[in-house]
């Protein structure tokens, strides 16, 4: 999942062992969002990429409840979603290669 934004920068920060996340600065604003994740599902935030979060777990289907409880928090409200694009938003799906 990558961050989009236009101007304020959103700052993420990833707490309780991996487990939940919380999100900040989104549109400015001084609320903090705060999303637990679902039962095995893990975060990481990527070392490739500046501002991108790794989704880990074994089932498919809670890995993706939980992309859609991120996305879902950092919806855009009593805007024009076309000129404010700003969001977490999912860029890719597939497993994770492993080097041996």
Do not use: W
């Not at 637990?36 to 890995?63: A, Q, T």
């Not at 409840?65 to 969001?87: E, P, T, W, Y």
């Amino acid at each position: 999942m990558r961050f989009v934004y236009a101007h304020f920068p959103i700052n993420a920060s990833i707490t309780n062992g991996n487990k939940s996340i919380e999100i900040r600065n989104f549109l400015g604003e001084k609320k903090v969002r705060k999303v637990d994740m679902l039962e095995g599902v893990s975060i990481l935030r990527s070392e490739k990429v500046k501002d991108e979060i790794v989704l880990d777990g074994n089932d498919i289907e809670l890995v993706s409840r939980s992309a859609a409880l991120i996305n879902q928090k950092c919806h855009v409200k009593n805007k024009d979603i076309r000129k404010f694009l700003d969001g977490i938003y999912v860029s890719e799906k597939g497993r994770i290669a492993e080097d041996e």
